[in-house]
Structures are given as structure tokens and as C-alpha cells.
């Protein structure tokens, strides 16, 4: 167990880390700032948008400036289970088989358009993702630590996508949308690449696995009020009694807003969390937990709405700090 650095020294090397990433990937810090929040927090990120808006890039920048082993799997209808998991090859030398590590097999993975792939290679990634382990022809094999899966997808509408299982979705902490840049941010993207002359930017090094353990130790040491875990729990049962949700979030959603809520307060430097961090959070932690009704899909309801709609008719707690 790594020894817990102090709130301000989390804090510092985070707004490094998102500054770092900053000078690559531009117009993004929102969505860079939860998805930071979420690894710290132990969680994986899910990458939701159309294709061109740089959540590819977004994965790899954190990767480099979080120090972590980067590996990439490019996710099509064709890709098989063992060619993320590994798989045991037979060794003529040896007259045996010998386990061939896949590239789950890193500190960071980056499962590229995720759901370009059948079902039945997603839920590979389902093991990996709850217990930091794979297990390959009976044989069970410890992953990195830490390990995270940083995963980018393309709207379900765009052709030759499957829809991730709803366990598979449950394993996100969160789904983030990048949306476009402004014209501005857009413009300096533009900028930016003629200045480089080359199509790669390089991201330097931040901090390391090691500081990476540290830093969740030390927002693993923050106490949450009994008040703002209620307002997490109440959020979450407010979208199972939702009338435009068919399926709530699960309390692993609940468990998602304190644990990401708690993350952003020690990002911004406190030991402790507002109710506002569990808003700022909301979305993107329970938006893709929610099945909706046939009904709410007919009149183009979307979950996100939902969310917001239980927002702002949940109360927040009255005696939380701030």
C-alpha cells in the first residue's frame, strides 16, 4: 500500500498533469479534469462522441503524462477475445504451453472504438475491469497495478457499431461526451499543428506509476459526510422511480458519485466534498447506467436529460461543508 501523499500535493500534481495534457489536447479540460478525477478514483473512462474530436489523443496524452505503459487494441467486428486477453501457445522446445500475455497486459489500455467489436469480445475486458485480473484457459493472471481501461466510442447510429452490454457500460465510472471545440479552440489546434510541422505532439512524463499509487492513496484518506452520501444514494434511486427510466442506476453508480465527487474535491484541493462536486459528476457517472422506456426512446428523450431532470428535483444536503 503506497503511503498517501497530502491533499495540496495531490491537488499540485494534477493541475500539472491536466496542464501537460493541455498543451496537446486542446478545448478539453472538463472533460480531462473527470477523467483524471475517475482514475484516481480507480475507475475506467469511456470516451463517447463522433469520430474527429481527439479522445484517441485524449487517452494517450493522459497515459504519457500519468507515466503509465501505454497499449492500444483497435477494436474490430473481426477482433477475438484472446487477442486482448493472450492465450497459451504451444511451445515445441518445450513440448508445453507458454501463456502469451495480450495487451491488456499494460498500465493504461486503449480500447479504440469499442464498440466496433461483437459483444463477446467486449465482455473480455469485464474480468479485467472489476478484478485487475484475466484468467486464460483456467489459469488466472494478476494485471498491472494500477491498471485502467480508457475506452472511445462512436454513437451507437453510426454504422457497424454494436451496443455495449449493459455490464459492460455498468464497468465505466464514467462516460464523458468531448462535444466540438469552439471556434477559437479550434483555431488554435489549427495553429498549433503548422508551429510543430509534424502530426505528433509529444507529452512529457508527469509523474510516475508509483506518485499515480500515491495520489489514490491519498484521496482514498478523504472522509465523505454521512449527508453527501445520502444525496448520492438519493440521486441514484431517484432514476429508478424515474417515469421515463425503464432500469436505474445501480448502486454502483451511487458509489461512482462519491467516489469521483470525492476525487474532484481533492483535485481543487479540499479534504472534503460539496455537494456541487456530486453534481459536477452526475452526468457522466450515471447517465449510461439508466435504460429508458421504449417510450421515452419514441419521443427522443435522452439519459443525460434524465439526469439533469432528477438534479434538480433531488434536495441536496443542508449540512454538508462549504
Same mark, same amino acid.
Given at each position: 500500500m503506497s503511503t498517501p501523499l497530502p491533499v495540496p500535493e495531490v491537488a499540485a500534481h494534477g493541475r500539472a498533469v491536466l496542464d501537460e495534457v493541455g498543451t496537446v489536447v486542446v478545448g478539453m479540460r472538463d472533460p480531462l479534469r473527470l477523467a483524471l478525477a475517475a482514475l484516481l478514483a480507480g475507475g475506467h473512462v469511456l470516451f463517447e462522441d463522433v469520430p474527429g474530436l481527439g479522445k484517441t489523443l485524449a487517452a494517450r496524452s493522459l497515459a504519457a503524462a500519468l507515466g503509465l505503459d501505454f497499449r492500444r487494441v483497435q477494436c474490430t467486428p473481426d477482433l477475438l477475445p484472446s487477442d486482448i486477453t493472450g492465450s497459451s501457445v504451444f511451445d515445441p522446445g518445450t513440448a508445453s504451453f507458454e501463456f502469451r500475455p495480450g495487451p491488456v497486459f499494460t498500465g493504461l489500455l486503449l480500447a479504440d472504438e469499442i464498440n466496433r467489436t461483437a459483444p463477446k469480445t467486449q465482455s473480455a475486458?469485464?474480468?479485467?475491469?472489476?478484478?485487475?485480473?484475466?484468467?486464460?484457459?483456467?489459469?488466472?493472471?494478476?494485471?498491472?497495478d494500477p491498471f485502467f481501461v480508457v475506452a472511445t466510442s462512436n454513437p451507437v447510429e453510426y454504422e457497424g457499431t454494436y451496443p455495449l452490454p449493459e455490464a459492460q457500460l455498468d464497468r465505466f465510472m464514467v462516460r464523458?461526451?468531448?462535444?466540438?471545440?469552439?471556434?477559437?479552440?479550434?483555431?488554435?489546434?489549427?495553429?498549433?499543428? $503548422?508551429?510543430?510541422?509534424t502530426e505528433w505532439a509529444p507529452v512529457n512524463r508527469v509523474v510516475d506509476a508509483g506518485t499515480l499509487r500515491a495520489m489514490q492513496a491519498g484521496v482514498e484518506a478523504v472522509a465523505v459526510d454521512h449527508d453527501?452520501?445520502?444525496?448520492?444514494?438519493? $440521486?441514484?434511486?431517484?432514476?429508478?422511480?424515474?417515469?421515463?427510466?425503464?432500469?436505474?442506476?445501480?448502486?454502483?453508480?451511487?458509489?461512482? $458519485?462519491?467516489?469521483?465527487?470525492?476525487? $474532484?474535491?481533492?483535485?481543487?484541493?479540499?479534504?472534503?466534498?460539496?455537494?456541487?462536486?456530486v453534481k459536477q459528476v452526475a452526468v457522466a457517472a450515471l447517465a449510461h447506467r439508466l435504460s429508458l422506456t421504449p417510450q421515452a426512446w419514441a419521443t427522443g428523450t435522452l439519459p443525460q436529460a434524465v439526469v439533469r431532470d432528477v438534479l434538480e428535483h433531488v434536495p441536496g444536503p443542508t449540512t454538508a461543508r462549504g
Open positions: 475486458l469485464l474480468e479485467a475491469m472489476a478484478e485487475r485480473q484475466v484468467t486464460v484457459d483456467g489459469s488466472t493472471h494478476k494485471l498491472a464523458l461526451a468531448i462535444g466540438y471545440p469552439t471556434a477559437d479552440a479550434e483555431v488554435d489546434v489549427l495553429a498549433r499543428r $503548422l508551429a510543430r510541422r453527501v452520501l445520502r444525496y448520492c444514494v438519493d $440521486l441514484a434511486a431517484a432514476t429508478r422511480s424515474h417515469p421515463a427510466v425503464e432500469v436505474g442506476a445501480s448502486p454502483r453508480g451511487s458509489q461512482a $458519485l462519491m467516489l469521483v465527487g470525492r476525487a $474532484l474535491a481533492v483535485l481543487d484541493g479540499r479534504d472534503f466534498v460539496l455537494p456541487e462536486d
